[in-house]
């Protein structure tokens, strides 16, 4: 059952390719169906598999959804720290920035908006599997910006790795210390 919701969340996801962007937006919009009326993901990149520049839209809401594109949106997730100076601007103010840690060397001067700043390379890298660090991110924004519940997406990393019990383990284990790391940032 759908839980009634009259907000909208929206999330650009931004980083390169080969981090798992446009995987975890996909995610995060399949859990966002069980909970919303109207959900949108709406993926762009270039047309380097790896290393090319990477983003996603994705728009959860009970209201219909009017474009898939938009210059602002509530929530950032920067998996690529060197392109913080560039989009810092798309946040509303009230809004979150969540963004990888490690090589982040970008001041936010904004103070209308709420940063997490999150080492998920290095804890993926010692939970030893540094590909896991997408999943770091999207739960630290989970819980910084309570869009959807975790548990809708755990629900979908069960189905998505079905039979796969190993990469299942792992998957949750790096989503729910990225809920960990999002709780415990102001």
Do not use: W
């Amino acid at each position: 059952m759908k839980k009634e919701s009259s907000v909208t969340h929206d999330v650009i996801m931004l980083g390169i390719g080969g981090k798992g962007v446009l995987l975890a937006g996909q995610l995060l919009a399949q859990a966002g169906i069980n909970q919303y009326k109207h959900v949108l993901y709406f993926p762009e990149y270039g047309v380097f598999k790896r290393g090319g520049f990477s983003h996603c839209y994705v728009i959860l809401s009970d209201k219909e959804i009017a474009s898939p594109l938009f210059d602002q949106s509530e929530a950032l997730i920067v998996f690529e720290p060197s392109i913080l100076v560039t989009c810092q601007d798309q946040v509303l103010p009230g809004g979150a920035i969540v963004v990888e840690s490690a090589g982040l060397n970008t001041k936010v001067q904004r103070s209308d908006i709420r940063f997490v700043s999150v080492p998920a390379v290095e804890t993926a890298a010692k939970m030893g599997n540094p590909q896991v660090a997408n999943l770091i991110l999207l739960g630290a924004y989970v819980r910084t910006c309570e869009a959807v519940s975790p548990q809708l997406v755990e629900a979908e990393l069960d189905k998505m790795l079905a039979g796969k019990a190993k990469a299942l383990a792992l998957n949750k284990e790096a989503f729910h210390k990225g809920c960990e790391l999002g709780a415990a940032k102001p």
